[in-house]
């Protein structure tokens, strides 16, 4: 199979976002694949766009300039350096939770208290899940929530979008 | 020179950022440089063999010109892949004449429990006594071991973050559009760098010899935007009562972070300690810490008063 698309792994990564509480591998972000992230950049834009939120471009120019920062600071953060093309990545398939988030905005407003507390539960969980990986992948110590922070920043502006 | 051509050529399912294009100049050179007469048929050989990149040469016809275009290919392969090498190392080369990458490693060496101290001490610098920052041999211990020595983490988060309660509440005032986000940064950005200047400048025009880096700076002055955002994030909840508040809390309490920071940077060792000395010249810098501090404040209330209605 010379697809360049290798199934198992994919899966394994997507594991690996949805069980925030499982200790990650370090190995699995050697090989760097945009496959999977570029689904779930598609999937999040598609539920925008069933909820009538057109600002496609908008999501493509913070997730660029989100994932060159995270890039610029992991590699001043670690020993290291890490490439774009992990923390695209990486990036990338912690925005799966996200894309519940905006399917259930499609179907309830997320205005009052009880989608806001959704909403910051679904921020927590992909910015742990992103920094679980970073630190395993990049052997960073005593660094999990300073990596999160950043994540989180990113993630809520993507929940913003979804939101207004 | 051959492995080298074998793994360039062998990894069809790196994506394609990874690979290194070199199977043009592979079919292309090699045959420019022979003056062969079975060209044609060592271009077929060459055109067959470099994707492969086996350099087994040819049974039948022309032996000679086929074992020839192969370790040439392989050598035009592995050339190719070292002007790539060279390219990038040009980039980070020139990258690191523009900006220091190893000084700003030194200012990102933090953790968490570091990180958490030192909002404490911004927001209740009044129980710390010892601020001198830690050597070790000549050079600054990194800010994980120290909690006095400077960051670059907390300036950089706290300057995003503040971009994006901005947004946050000028978009409860009107309507939320992601344009506003850039506008912020930008005016932000730009009030930075003119602060940085002006004190750069007055550093220059009283000629202080201190140890106080362009970095140091930025760092320091990047320290009052945790301030801010507390202000600005009180006011959101609990509307101008609590702005107020938290903004004149963070404001005295940065008022001192500055002083006693600035302190032992600028003024001369003998006041560092507490012995008040004459003379023109230490008034002078005492003065200037003292506008530097004072300055914090005045552009907190200033850069936050519009987003608090």
């Known amino acids: 199979l010379e697809l360049g698309i290798n199934f198992d792994h994919i899966w394994q990564k997507t594991l690996t976002v949805l069980h925030p509480l499982k ?7 050697n090989e760097t694949d945009l496959a999977g992230p570029m689904v779930f950049c598609l999937a999040f834009g598609a539920t925008l766009l069933l909820a009538g939120k057109i600002q496609f471009g908008y999501v493509y120019g913070i997730s660029a300039i989100g994932c060159l920062g995270m890039f610029c600071l992991l590699n001043l953060m670690s020993m290291t350096g890490v490439s774009f093309g992990c923390v695209a990545s990486v990036l990338g398939y912690c925005l799966l939770p996200m894309i519940l988030l905006s399917s259930f905005a499609v179907i309830f407003s997320l205005q009052g208290m009880v989608g806001i ?13 992103a920094s679980k990986i970073f630190i395993s992948a990049l052997a960073m110590e005593g660094q999990q929530l300073l990596v999160a922070y950043p994540c989180a920043l990113l993630y809520g502006v993507f929940a913003l979008i979804s939101i207004f | 020179m051959h492995p080298a051509g074998l793994a360039a050529a062998g990894t069809p399912r790196q994506p394609s950022k990874r690979r290194i294009p070199v199977s043009q100049p592979g079919m292309a050179d090699p045959h420019q440089l022979f003056d062969d007469t079975s060209s044609a048929q060592s271009r077929g050989y060459g055109a067959q063999r470099a994707p492969g990149g086996l350099g087994y040469p040819a049974p039948s016809a022309s032996p000679q010109a086929a074992f020839l275009a192969d370790p040439v290919s392989n050598m035009a392969m592995a050339y190719g892949s070292s002007l790539a090498a060279q390219g990038k190392e040009l980039v980070d080369k020139n990258i690191d004449r523009f900006i220091p990458v190893t000084k700003l490693k030194y200012y990102f060496a933090v953790d968490t429990m570091y990180v958490g101290k030192k909002l404490g001490l911004l927001f209740f610098p009044y129980l710390h006594q010892d601020w001198e920052v830690q050597y070790q041999q000549d050079t600054p211990v990194a800010p994980r071991f120290d909690i006095n020595a400077p960051d670059l983490y907390i300036p950089a988060m706290a300057f995003i973050t503040y971009v994006l309660v901005a947004g946050l509440a000028l978009g409860t005032q009107d309507r939320f559009s992601p344009d506003l986000l850039g506008l912020q940064a930008s005016s932000a950005l730009a009030w930075l760098t003119l602060e ?7 550093l220059y025009l009283v000629t202080v010899n201190t140890d106080l880096t362009t970095l140091d700076l930025v760092a320091f002055l990047g320290y009052k935007y945790v301030g801010m955002i507390g202000g600005v994030l009180m006011g959101l909840l609990f509307g101008k009562i609590g702005y107020y508040l938290v903004l004149g809390w963070c404001c005295v309490s940065i008022f001192v972070f500055m002083i006693r920071t600035l302190r032992l940077k600028i003024l001369a060792e003998a006041a ?6 004459r003379g023109a010249r230490n008034q002078l810098r005492m003065y200037l810490t003292m506008a530097v501090a004072a300055a914090q404040p005045l552009l907190m209330y200033w850069l936050t008063f519009h987003l608090v209605r």
């Open chain 1, 117 to 129: 507390i959704l909403t910051a539960g679904i921020i927590g969980w992909c910015s742990f899940s």
């Open chain 1, 23 to 29: 200790v990650a591998d370090g190995s699995i972000m």
């Open chain 2, 272 to 277: 560092a300690e507490g012995v008040p000395v």
């Open chain 2, 196 to 202: 940085v200047l002006a004190i750069l400048l007055s």
